[in-house]
Protein backbone atom coordinates (compact mmCIF):
# COMPACT_ATOMS: atom_id res chain seq x y z
CA UNK A 1 0.00 0.00 0.00
CA UNK A 2 3.04 2.24 0.72
CA UNK A 3 4.93 1.22 -2.79
CA UNK A 4 1.43 2.27 -4.34
CA UNK A 5 1.05 5.79 -2.45
CA UNK A 6 4.60 6.58 -3.30
CA UNK A 7 4.45 5.86 -6.62
CA UNK A 8 1.02 8.03 -7.17
CA UNK A 9 2.85 10.85 -4.97
CA UNK A 10 6.05 10.45 -7.43
CA UNK A 11 4.01 10.55 -10.89
CA UNK A 12 2.04 13.91 -9.56
CA UNK A 13 5.47 15.35 -8.74
CA UNK A 14 6.28 14.20 -12.30
CA UNK A 15 2.94 15.35 -13.81
CA UNK A 16 3.27 18.66 -12.44
CA UNK A 17 7.01 19.48 -13.00
CA UNK A 18 6.41 18.96 -16.88
CA UNK A 19 3.47 20.51 -17.00
CA UNK A 20 4.91 23.69 -15.47
CA UNK A 21 7.95 23.55 -18.36
CA UNK A 22 4.98 23.62 -20.90
CA UNK A 23 3.48 26.48 -20.10
CA UNK A 24 6.60 28.61 -19.86
CA UNK A 25 7.31 27.30 -23.44
CA UNK A 26 3.98 28.16 -24.36
CA UNK A 27 4.68 32.01 -23.17
CA UNK A 28 6.98 32.28 -25.08
CA UNK A 29 5.70 30.58 -28.23
CA UNK A 30 3.08 33.37 -28.24
CA UNK A 31 4.97 35.99 -27.60
CA UNK A 32 6.89 35.02 -30.57
CA UNK A 33 4.18 34.49 -32.72
CA UNK A 34 2.55 38.32 -31.27
CA UNK A 35 6.11 39.60 -32.15
CA UNK A 36 5.58 37.97 -35.85
CA UNK A 37 1.64 38.97 -36.20
CA UNK A 38 3.10 42.69 -35.49
CA UNK A 39 6.15 42.63 -38.10
CA UNK A 40 3.63 41.11 -40.87
CA UNK A 41 0.88 43.99 -39.97
CA UNK A 42 3.73 46.60 -40.45
CA UNK A 43 4.59 45.11 -44.25
CA UNK A 44 1.11 44.70 -45.07
CA UNK A 45 0.77 48.98 -44.15
CA UNK A 46 3.94 49.35 -46.21
CA UNK A 47 2.89 47.24 -48.93
CA UNK A 48 -0.24 49.03 -49.64
CA UNK A 49 -0.27 52.68 -48.80
CA UNK A 50 -3.58 53.31 -50.51
CA UNK A 51 -5.28 51.07 -48.58
CA UNK A 52 -5.29 53.16 -45.26
CA UNK A 53 -5.32 56.21 -46.59
CA UNK A 54 -8.50 57.41 -47.43
CA UNK A 55 -9.00 61.22 -48.76
CA UNK A 56 -12.59 63.36 -49.03
CA UNK A 57 -13.28 66.86 -49.24
CA UNK A 58 -15.13 69.64 -51.42
CA UNK A 59 -14.25 71.70 -53.82
CA UNK A 60 -15.52 75.94 -55.20
CA UNK A 61 -14.47 78.20 -57.20
CA UNK A 62 -13.03 81.86 -56.08
CA UNK A 63 -12.86 85.46 -57.84
CA UNK A 64 -9.71 84.38 -59.94
CA UNK A 65 -11.46 81.66 -61.63
CA UNK A 66 -9.39 78.92 -59.71
CA UNK A 67 -11.11 75.43 -58.52
CA UNK A 68 -10.17 75.47 -54.58
CA UNK A 69 -10.07 71.69 -53.35
CA UNK A 70 -10.55 71.41 -49.75
CA UNK A 71 -9.42 68.45 -48.72
CA UNK A 72 -8.95 65.48 -45.68
CA UNK A 73 -6.62 62.54 -45.72
CA UNK A 74 -7.61 59.95 -42.46
CA UNK A 75 -4.48 57.20 -41.81
CA UNK A 76 -6.77 54.19 -40.64
CA UNK A 77 -3.17 52.10 -40.32
CA UNK A 78 -2.76 51.00 -36.98
CA UNK A 79 1.70 51.30 -36.98
CA UNK A 80 2.64 53.38 -39.84
CA UNK A 81 2.68 56.86 -40.19
CA UNK A 82 2.49 58.03 -44.21
CA UNK A 83 4.01 61.11 -45.65
CA UNK A 84 4.74 62.56 -49.00
CA UNK A 85 0.98 61.30 -49.87
CA UNK A 86 0.32 61.62 -53.56
CA UNK A 87 -3.75 61.83 -54.75
CA UNK A 88 -4.77 61.72 -57.96
CA UNK A 89 -7.31 64.59 -58.92
CA UNK A 90 -10.16 63.99 -61.91
CA UNK A 91 -11.59 66.80 -63.08
CA UNK A 92 -15.64 66.12 -64.55
CA UNK A 93 -18.51 67.78 -66.41
CA UNK A 94 -21.77 68.04 -65.51
CA UNK A 95 -22.43 65.04 -67.17
CA UNK A 96 -20.05 62.84 -65.85
CA UNK A 97 -17.29 63.25 -68.28
CA UNK A 98 -13.72 63.28 -67.37
CA UNK A 99 -11.67 66.80 -68.49
CA UNK A 100 -8.83 66.12 -67.21
CA UNK A 101 -6.51 64.45 -64.74
CA UNK A 102 -3.43 65.85 -62.38
CA UNK A 103 -1.73 64.70 -59.45
CA UNK A 104 -1.24 66.48 -56.01
CA UNK A 105 1.45 65.61 -53.65
CA UNK A 106 0.43 66.47 -50.25
CA UNK A 107 3.83 66.94 -48.02
CA UNK A 108 2.24 65.81 -44.59
CA UNK A 109 2.75 63.86 -42.59
CA UNK A 110 -0.12 61.62 -41.09
CA UNK A 111 -0.02 59.83 -37.93
CA UNK A 112 -1.91 55.94 -37.58
CA UNK A 113 -5.51 56.97 -36.70
CA UNK A 114 -4.61 60.69 -37.66
CA UNK A 115 -6.06 63.16 -40.03
CA UNK A 116 -4.85 66.31 -41.95
CA UNK A 117 -6.09 68.71 -44.21
CA UNK A 118 -4.81 70.45 -46.98
CA UNK A 119 -5.65 72.67 -49.92
CA UNK A 120 -5.00 73.47 -53.31
CA UNK A 121 -6.09 75.49 -56.24
CA UNK A 122 -6.19 74.68 -60.22
CA UNK A 123 -6.95 76.35 -63.29
CA UNK A 124 -9.44 73.23 -64.01
CA UNK A 125 -10.82 72.73 -67.66
CA UNK A 126 -13.70 74.97 -68.76
CA UNK A 127 -16.82 73.09 -67.83
CA UNK A 128 -15.55 71.32 -64.49
CA UNK A 129 -18.49 70.84 -62.05
CA UNK A 130 -17.12 68.49 -59.46
CA UNK A 131 -13.35 66.84 -58.90
CA UNK A 132 -13.08 63.22 -57.57
CA UNK A 133 -9.77 62.67 -55.55
CA UNK A 134 -8.27 59.16 -54.95
CA UNK A 135 -4.61 58.45 -53.07
CA UNK A 136 -2.37 56.67 -55.17
CA UNK A 137 0.55 56.52 -53.12
CA UNK A 138 2.62 57.72 -49.97
CA UNK A 139 6.16 56.54 -48.61
CA UNK A 140 6.25 55.80 -45.02
Known sequence: MKSRNILILF???AFMATSCDDSKEYEIKSTD????????????E??????????SGNNKRNILGQTVINGKLINSAKIITYKDIDV????????GALLEEDHEVIYESVQPGGSKTFKSKYFAPKG???????VIAAKY
Open 128 to 134: TDSVAMV
Open 46 to 55: KEKPARFLTV
Open 11 to 13: LSM
Open 88 to 95: KLSFYSKT
Open 33 to 44: KYEKGKVSLSDV
